[in-house]
């Protein structure tokens, strides 16, 4: 649910195809040690070091194979590697399968399947349901004191949330986090300033009713002195992906579970005060979104918002790069105030859609202690640390996404580690990524188009829910 730029490039789909002819997965095989063991006998003469085994050179000599899907998270995977290699003293190399980016689910199980394709893949928790069965859990590894430093490491610097969603439901750790992104409530800081209205300081954040108040203030001050053509909010209504994304994590703000168990919980309380808090800022209730809003994607949304058409953007951050560049955006570039998104219930509600990667060791690797030892290295605070300061992924660590020369440059990290804090986690009955397109996002749309009110669009949801769920979806 993210994106690195306004425009991403998309991955060519033959990428699975041609890199499954050539790549395959080297290197003596290895089994995990037991917890707090010692898998060398000794030998370590980097004991300080996040990865001790790896940097004591004492891994069999290997080559990984990292099968991750076109993004940023996968460039920044790319320019490490030979860094790990070194870091190795020249016993892992590291290779990559790119897996398209619109095919990320069926292009990652079609590897996972195949068997030894991959040694790493990510374990992303809108898949996690369909991916798990193939990953092996990392108790064995994080445990052992000759392959993870866990004074170094500090697991506790990543958000609880994101580590239980990389969890199963013992608490057993599948993925070590190297990005944990969120959706915001980006605004035009300026803007603000001049018409005398203010923002809570992190980690507070607005409930639904104060941010209805500020959005009609705004709508206000637009009217009376402009810019002209500017409007308050721009947001995603669209049927697919961000869009029905948005909608539930409305629902989710106000307490809705949206299921229990195969249940769909559509017609309760929560769930309509949500849904109406979210809908009501369109045309049928305070009107002060874009005209577009019906059709709006990640891409148009924050175009709007970088060339002046809106006040306030509700989105994931990814592009605050593009956006915070005074040669790119001279609009919003220095201007921009980042937020949590609205609450209906209490402000430690978990209301976030989990935009969470990670690096998980499949259970047919047989290099399974280098990719261990790669996967620890890359989520470590002194690599998160260095691709955060070139403008890459933001690591999911507090420690580098609130350090002040950090925060400088990606002043969009200390609003996102918080909202990063509020995940909620995906209905584990069905794929929820799939559902949310079918069901949730046609007639959240439907209600932004006009076409439908919220009371018919929540019973049609319901209806289409049972639906969903009936026909074994």
């Not at 990428?15 to 370590?44: E, M, Y």
């Not at 697991?155 to 439901?169: H, I, Q, R, V």
């Not at 959005?215 to 637009?222: G, P, S």
């Not at 721009?234 to 539930?248: E, I, K, R, V």
């Amino acid at each position: 649910m993210s994106a690195s730029r306004l425009r991403p490039v998309a991955v060519g789909v033959l990428a699975v195809t041609a890199a499954l002819s050539f790549v395959g997965c080297t290197g003596g095989a290895t089994s995990p040690a037991p917890p707090g063991g010692s898998a060398t006998g000794g030998g370590i003469t980097e004991p300080s070091a996040v990865a001790p085994k790896a940097a004591s050179g004492l891994l069999d000599q290997t080559t990984i194979t990292v099968c991750y899907f076109g993004s940023a998270a996968l460039e920044e995977l790319q320019k490490a590697a030979p860094a790990f290699t070194e870091y190795t003293k020249g016993k892992v190399n590291v290779e990559f399968v790119t897996i398209p980016t619109a095919q990320v689910l069926p292009g990652t199980l079609a590897l996972l399947k195949q068997g030894g394709a991959c040694d790493v893949v990510d374990e992303n928790p809108m898949y996690s349901t369909a991916i798990r069965p193939y990953l092996q859990p990392l108790t064995n590894y994080v445990e052992n004191p000759d392959l993870l430093n866990p004074g170094v490491y500090d697991m506790g610097d990543f958000p609880k949330a994101a580590l239980d969603l990389l969890s199963g439901t013992d608490g057993t750790l599948y993925g070590l986090p190297i990005t944990t992104d969120a959706a915001l409530v980006m605004y035009r800081k300026d803007l603000f300033d001049q018409w005398g209205l203010t923002m809570p300081a992190l980690p507070n954040a607005l409930n639904w009713d104060q941010f209805y108040d500020v959005a009609k203030k705004v709508k206000a001050k637009l009217a009376e002195t402009g810019p002209k053509g500017m409007r308050p909010l721009a947001l995603m209504a669209n049927t697919q992906n961000g869009g029905p994304a948005f909608s539930g994590m409305a629902m989710w703000s106000a307490g809705s579970e949206l299921f229990d168990g195969r249940t769909p919980l559509f017609d309760k309380a929560e769930a309509k005060k949500g849904f109406d808090y979210w809908t009501g800022l369109g045309p049928s209730g305070i009107d002060v979104t874009t005209a577009d809003v019906t059709s709006n994607d990640f891409n148009e949304v924050l175009t709007s918002f970088q060339q002046g058409n809106a006040a306030i953007a509700i989105e994931w951050p990814s592009a605050a790069n593009t956006l915070e560049d005074p040669a790119e955006s001279p609009k919003t570039a220095g201007k921009i105030g980042y937020s949590l998104l609205p609450y209906a219930t209490t402000p430690d509600q978990p209301r976030m859609f989990a935009s969470v990667h990670s690096l998980a060791l499949t259970k047919d690797t047989d290099a399974a202690e280098a990719a261990f030892e790669f996967a620890a290295w890359f989520s470590s605070k002194e690599v998160g640390l260095d691709y955060a300061k070139r403008g890459g992924i933001n690591s999911g660590r507090a420690s580098v996404m609130n350090d002040p020369a950090i925060v400088a440059i990606r002043p969009e990290f200390p609003a996102t580690i918080e909202a990063a804090k509020l995940y909620h986690p995906n209905p584990d009955q069905l794929s929820y990524f799939d559902f949310m397109n079918q069901v949730i996002g046609p007639n959240t749309n439907a209600v932004f188009a006009g076409t439908m009110n919220a009371e018919t669009a929540l019973a049609k949801m319901q209806s289409d829910a049972e639906a969903y769920i009936k026909k074994g979806a």
